[in-house]
């Protein structure tokens, strides 16, 4: 056989393995209805719909890296997460039943025969509790941390310190996020670890006066979003459906009808073992909209909408910070500090934390009447902010090898979902940690919360609207 024909053979058998694969790839049951789970929806997108829960993490692929002529190792490490995935809301709920039920008497089931059978999976009492899956993303990202960071846990679990907020969804989270760091450094859950309940760091929003009134409570706050909301994109692809359905004027489909039915497929898809039909009437024009729609709501009530937002955030900001300094100064004087430190809040947690950090600001803003030049847009929540959304500042500590270590540089990096993002301080991935403290000095070191919120006194937890 001539050399020729030999590579050619070979070729051959490599890619009828290859095709081999794919087959195999397909018929697996888990692949049967995937092609809808990608990060195309909202702040009710799974974590592992927009990262890869397969990807193989190195042993201690993040504890050091090269600065220049030195090398940085992780001394310390402080991160904010969103809950994991949990059952829609209440409201939700209800409208998904009402949306079903507008369909049958419209005939629709006639076209679709899968709504005749069609019930509601989601009972009225799981209203925003976790579900097994946010409970899989926490665990695998604990995880997930452990092995990128293995050598700073492998020191030091004792000083980890968990904060959570009062919801059961997000102390749900840290306890599975504290089973799958523990699992992976021990060999064994610590099933012992409580944290400690903070609503001021965690849930701030639901204790601020002046951000319930001015913008949350107050529909002019976030007028961009309803421009947008009945608008003529939003119409656009509101009409195709109704004509899709064969509805009749007066049943039209309605900005409200798109959103139950992308939150239907979202829940549906992720939280049952059937997948969700209802997909099949959102085309990836109706997804990119419908994502616009909601995204004009996060950006203006917890992002860069107005001031108060941002600024609220500042317990968290200021406690992460805090802590960095101290880590600092006691690692200068040999002195034992907290490895770790690990809260566990809400999408109003994170938002606003990535706004006062100067994350995800698109210029110009985002408005109703933009839709098309934000279509690359920074702030997406789809994959800024899914379920399990996190945050994370990585401090490592540089030196050069030589003896004149009487100067330490401290240098830190972010992590959004995992990955390194450019600090606004320095526009870099890694920024000394000077820079980038003084960067965030005013919000940090005259934090007056209660002042700003105009808050009569501490209050007590109120539950509002939240995700
Ligand atoms: C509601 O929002 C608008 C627009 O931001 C603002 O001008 C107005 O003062 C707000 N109302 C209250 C009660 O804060």
Same mark, same amino acid.
């Given at each position: 056989?001539?050399?020729?024909?030999?590579?050619?053979?070979?070729?051959?058998?490599?890619?009828?393995?290859?095709?081999?694969?794919?087959?195999?790839?397909?018929?697996?049951?888990?692949?049967?209805?995937?092609?809808?789970?990608?990060?195309?929806?909202?702040?009710?997108?799974?974590?592992?719909?927009?990262?890869?829960?397969?990807?193989?993490?190195?042993?201690?692929?993040?504890?050091?890296?090269?600065?220049?002529?030195?090398?940085?190792?992780?001394?310390?490490?402080?991160?904010?997460?969103?809950?994991?995935?949990?059952?829609?809301?209440?409201?939700?709920?209800?409208?998904?039943?009402?949306?079903?039920?507008?369909?049958?008497?419209?005939?629709? *089931?006639?076209?679709?025969?899968?709504?005749?059978?069609?019930?509601?999976?989601?009972?009225?009492?799981?209203?925003?509790?976790?579900?097994?899956?946010?409970?899989?993303?926490?665990?695998?990202?604990?995880?997930?941390?452990?092995?990128?960071?293995?050598?700073?846990?492998?020191?030091?679990?004792?000083?980890?310190?968990?904060?959570?907020?009062?919801?059961?969804?997000?102390?749900?989270?840290?306890?599975?996020?504290?089973?799958?760091?523990?699992?992976?450094?021990?060999?064994?859950?610590?099933?012992?670890?409580?944290?400690?309940?903070?609503?001021?760091?965690?849930?701030?929003?639901?204790?601020?006066?002046?951000?319930?009134?001015?913008? *949350?409570?107050?529909?002019?706050?976030?007028?961009?979003?309803?421009?947008?909301?009945?608008?003529?994109?939003?119409?656009?692809?509101?009409?195709?459906?109704?004509?899709?359905?064969?509805?009749?004027?007066?049943?039209?489909?309605?900005?409200?009808?798109?959103?139950?039915?992308?939150?239907?497929?979202?829940?549906?898809?992720?939280?049952?073992?059937?997948?969700?039909?209802?997909?099949?009437?959102? *085309?990836?024009?109706?997804?990119?909209?419908?994502?616009?729609?909601?995204?004009?709501?996060?950006?203006?009530?917890?992002?860069?909408?107005?001031?108060?937002?941002?600024?609220?955030?500042?317990?968290?900001?200021?406690?992460?910070?805090?802590?960095?300094?101290?880590?600092?100064?006691?690692?200068?004087?040999?002195?034992?500090?907290?490895?770790?430190?690990?809260?566990?809040?809400?999408?109003?947690?994170?938002?606003?934390?990535?706004?006062?950090?100067?994350?995800?600001?698109?210029?110009?803003?985002?408005?109703?009447?933009?839709?098309?030049?934000?279509?690359?847009?920074?702030?997406?929540?789809?994959?800024?902010?899914?379920?399990?959304?996190?945050?994370?500042?990585?401090?490592?500590?540089?030196?050069?090898?030589?003896?004149?270590?009487?100067?330490?540089?401290?240098?830190?990096?972010?992590?959004?979902?995992?990955?390194?993002?450019?600090?606004?301080?320095?526009?870099?991935?890694?920024?000394?940690?000077?820079?980038?403290?003084?960067?965030?000095?005013?919000?940090?070191?005259?934090?007056?919360?209660?002042?700003?919120?105009?808050?009569?006194?501490?209050?007590?937890?109120?539950?509002?609207?939240?995700?």
């Amino acid at each position: 056989m001539s050399a020729f024909l030999r590579l050619k053979l070979s070729q051959m058998i490599m890619m009828i393995f290859v095709f081999y694969l794919m087959i195999l790839e397909c018929l697996s049951p888990a692949h049967a209805l995937s092609s809808f789970r990608t990060p195309s929806y909202s702040t009710k997108t799974p974590y592992f719909w927009v990262n890869d829960e397969k990807e193989t993490i190195a042993l201690d692929s993040e504890t050091w890296f090269e600065y220049g002529e030195k090398t940085c190792q992780i001394i310390h490490l402080n991160a904010v997460f969103r809950h994991g995935a949990r059952f829609p809301s209440l409201k939700w709920i209800k409208r998904m039943t009402t949306l079903h039920e507008k369909l049958v008497e419209n005939g629709v *089931d006639e076209r679709y025969p899968f709504l005749k059978a069609w019930k509601n999976p989601f009972p009225e009492k799981s209203d925003k509790i976790i579900a097994e899956l946010g409970e899989q993303e926490q665990e695998m990202l604990g995880e997930r941390f452990a092995h990128r960071f293995n050598l700073l846990f492998d020191e030091d679990m004792d000083s980890i310190r968990v904060v959570s907020s009062s919801k059961q969804r997000s102390y749900a989270s840290s306890l599975s996020f504290y089973t799958g760091l523990s699992q992976t450094v021990f060999g064994e859950a610590d099933k012992t670890m409580e944290p400690t309940v903070n609503d001021i760091e965690m849930r701030f929003h639901d204790n601020c006066v002046h951000f319930a009134e001015s913008v *949350d409570k107050n529909k002019t706050a976030t007028n961009e979003y309803s421009k947008f909301k009945y608008g003529p994109e939003v119409d656009v692809i509101a009409k195709k459906l109704t004509d899709v359905l064969h509805l009749p004027e007066k049943a039209a489909v309605t900005p409200d009808d798109l959103n139950t039915i992308h939150q239907l497929c979202a829940f549906e898809e992720a939280l049952t073992d059937a997948g969700s039909e209802w997909c099949q009437f959102l *085309d990836q024009e109706s997804l990119e909209v419908i994502q616009y729609m909601n995204d004009l709501k996060q950006y203006w009530k917890k992002m860069y909408g107005h001031d108060i937002s941002s600024a609220m955030s500042c317990p968290l900001l200021s406690r992460i910070f805090t802590t960095l300094d101290k880590v600092i100064q006691a690692n200068n004087a040999d002195d034992d500090y907290a490895a770790a430190e690990f809260g566990f809040g809400h999408a109003e947690t994170l938002a606003p934390l990535y706004a006062s950090l100067g994350l995800f600001k698109d210029e110009p803003q985002l408005k109703a009447d933009n839709f098309k030049l934000h279509l690359n847009r920074k702030f997406r929540a789809s994959r800024v902010l899914p379920f399990s959304a996190n945050f994370a500042v990585a401090l490592y500590q540089c030196d050069s090898g030589e003896d004149n270590n009487d100067y330490l540089e401290y240098v830190v990096r972010f992590y959004v979902n995992e990955k390194t993002v450019d600090i606004p301080a320095c526009g870099k991935q890694v920024c000394p940690y000077k820079e980038v403290r003084e960067f965030y000095k005013n919000q940090v070191d005259n934090c007056e919360f209660h002042k700003m919120c105009r808050n009569p006194e501490p209050k007590e937890n109120s539950e509002h609207d939240e995700l």
